[in-house]
């Protein structure tokens, strides 16, 4: 079939894309699926659609089968078991004061694995840890050290704009956010205002800058000197979204104009060829 479907498998996790194969499947369905990890319970998180051409022409795994209540019985018992593991080695950490930060842990549905998430400033010796574990709770222990960016997407929250946190509302990729964008689109540069809650650049700043990007091309630049009706002045900021900009007069007062109320000849003002200069140098004075 030529149909994609969403599914996630943790809270906030990555959305990943199977084949829904001949199954009607509606939002938040439990399917079973078969992962290179060994079988594993997901949920749909978008219904089945066509794929289009932002989707990758790829081979995808498909749905195995819908899950049986007894299968999302397990699955919600193993959610109990890692709150237990998840309280033990919190303690387990204090005690050893391990230099590290305990985020999520996760359990596999056929109970072969358990993997503890957690970050660090840099590497942590933590065999005593997980020879703790496994002594508790006899079964394999991987640990897995992951990024800031990642942990607030596990954890959740919100974020200054007062709504959920964009990476573990709809994010499925980490797009590269630079401080470029956030002076593209004149955004003050203290750190406090352009920061998440992951103490790195908000997302956000990535959802807006091509257009900001587009449209200050369409604005005389900083620093440009432009004619309006209160005189020439010189283009000190620019606001993409208002199309305006603020001009410094020769006076010293700042005047903030649209840019269709320049005066074209200053907007459009060329620099003399050298031609000119050469003739305008060669005029006799009187």
């Known amino acids: 079939m030529n ?11 990555k959305v990943y894309d199977f084949d829904p194969g001949p199954f ?5 369905d439990k399917v079973m699926v078969i992962t290179d990890e060994g079988p594993s319970i997901g949920s749909v998180y978008s219904e089945p659609q066509t794929r289009g051409d932002e989707i990758p022409k790829r081979p995808i795994k498909k749905i ?14 193993n959610c109990c078991q890692e709150e237990s593991v998840y309280q033990y080695c919190y303690n387990k950490i204090n005690e050893s004061q391990l230099e590290m930060s305990l985020v999520s842990v996760e359990r596999r549905f056929d109970g072969s694995k358990i993997v503890v998430y957690f970050t660090a400033d840099g590497r942590v010796d933590f065999r005593a840890l997980v020879k703790d574990l496994v002594q508790e709770f006899r079964t394999r222990i991987e640990m897995r050290q992951i990024g800031v960016r990642q942990q607030a997407k ?37 750190p406090s205002k352009i920061s998440g809650m992951c103490s ?33 002045g010189k283009v000190v900021r620019q606001n993409a979204l208002k199309e305006t900009v603020t001009v410094m007069l020769e006076s010293g007062n700042e005047l903030e104009v649209k840019v269709q109320d320049l005066v074209r000849e200053g907007f459009f003002r060329k620099k003399p060829k050298k031609d000119d200069v050469k003739e305008e140098a ?3 004075r009187e």
């Open 3 to 13: 149909k994609v479907v969403g599914i996630q498998f943790r809270k906030g996790g």
């Open 24 to 28: 009607v499947l509606k939002k938040g």
């Open 64 to 77: 195995f089968r819908l899950a049986t209540r007894e299968e999302i019985e397990r699955f919600d018992n």
């Open 154 to 190: 596990i954890v959740g929250g919100l974020g200054p704009c007062g709504r959920p946190l964009c990476c573990s509302s709809f994010l499925d990729n980490f797009a590269p956010v630079t401080i470029k964008m956030a002076k593209t689109q004149s955004i003050s540069l203290n």
């Open 200 to 232: 790195r650049l908000m997302c956000c700043l990535n959802f807006e800058h091509e257009y900001y990007e587009k449209a200050s091309k369409e604005l005389p630049k900083v620093g440009k000197k432009v004619m309006t009706k209160e005189g020439e």
């Open 282 to 284: 060669d005029t006799p």
